[in-house]
């Protein structure tokens, strides 16, 4: 990895404003029109599509886009579409110095682009950055508002970024991109490594794009959920250890309120004539869940049940991870997501 020092002469020097972008999707439809036209004023645009049956490849090629379209012999992830995306960049252009990665289901906010390699240029040590992601429905499902307040975290130098963000080229290729077995949080554990070589992550306060959930059923938040936990299981398996303990909380916090209570309540309950009263340990939770919760009283409640929900699809997750392990199958991707009935849909 490059010295702070050379870094700071390569940028004073070279002071480069020049940018490629990296969009990646499956089914996304009119999603990923919107998402291309967003992100027009980049020198080079890659679409990687993971076997769409929509349309997507078509409607990314009429955008003017360079098309990935990744081999079916492999299993899909974000992780893997990502590094294809980036190392087609780096043949079209080697020397390109920052790289845009955008979800097909997302569109950019006029300002972003050029606020973000500003940022870059200036904050010589930091990998990447990233801004505030909005839900453009909220109002459409509670699930679409949940992912709305799951946006909404704190500025300024943090541990890891999502799947939009601008990226210093360099930075990616010191740490070798994005590791491609890991389904879900891909982009935290590539954090990590970051990290471990000395670079930062930066979250500005400008917003950066508005994500397009189209999540309206219970069934496709549930199974988001279970991804989530299988994401802390592979986490806390990859970079578990001190001082890093990374996603060890979370997945620890799923196997208790997710599995073991459940098994100790049920127990419990086929036991002994008042056993049930282990379950009143989820309404006290569930207090505390609200009082700690900010907004409304009604938002508080709703968010509130919801976290405590999530343990149990959490939970499973975990299984699931474990289950991979020991039976030594390779992680398969989780989908959870509608797909349009139309390029136009």
Not at 175 to 181: F, I, M
Request: hydrophobic share 45%; glycine share 6%.
């Amino acid at each position: 990895m490059l010295q702070t020092s050379e870094r700071i002469n390569h940028e004073t020097v070279k002071a480069p404003r020049r940018f490629g972008v990296v969009v990646i999707g499956r089914n996304e439809g009119a999603r990923l029109v919107t998402c291309l036209r967003s992100v027009s004023t980049a020198d080079v645009v890659v679409y990687v599509d993971s076997n769409s049956t929509d349309g997507s490849v078509q409607a990314a090629r009429e955008a003017g886009a360079d098309i990935v379209e990744l081999d079916l012999s492999t299993p899909f992830t974000a992780a893997r579409a990502r590094n294809a995306g980036f190392a087609r960049l780096m043949t079209i252009i080697p020397d390109l110095p920052y790289v845009q990665f955008v979800d097909g289901d997302c569109q950019l906010v006029a300002g972003w682009l050029g606020a973000a390699i500003d940022f870059l240029v200036r904050q010589t040590d930091a990998a990447a950055v990233c801004g505030r992601l909005r839900e453009r429905y909220p109002e459409r499902s509670v699930y679409n508002w949940l992912c709305d307040r799951e946006w909404d975290r704190p500025n300024g130098e943090v541990h890891a970024f999502a799947g939009n963000v601008m990226v210093r080229a360099v930075a990616l290729k010191s740490v070798g991109g994005y590791r491609e077995d890991v389904i879900a949080a891909e982009e935290d554990e590539l954090c990590v490594r970051l990290r471990q070589a000395n670079w930062r992550i930066w979250r500005l306060p400008d917003e950066m794009a508005l994500h397009d959930a189209a999540m309206l059923h219970f069934g496709q938040w549930w199974r988001r959920t279970r991804r989530a936990g299988y994401a802390f299981a592979q986490g806390a398996y990859l970079h578990g250890a001190w001082p890093e303990r990374h996603f060890v909380h979370q997945a620890c916090r799923a196997a208790v309120w997710g599995l073991l209570i459940p098994f100790v309540a049920i127990a419990a309950t086929i036991a002994a004539p008042f056993g049930w009263v282990a379950w009143l340990i989820y309404p006290l939770q569930l207090a505390r869940l609200m009082i700690n919760n900010s907004g409304s009283p009604a938002d508080r409640a709703r968010l509130a049940c919801f976290q405590l929900l999530a343990r149990f699809p959490e939970g499973l997750g975990l299984a699931m991870f474990w289950r991979d392990r020991l039976l030594r199958r390779s992680p398969q991707l989780i989908e959870h997501k509608a797909i349009p009935t139309s390029r136009n849909a």
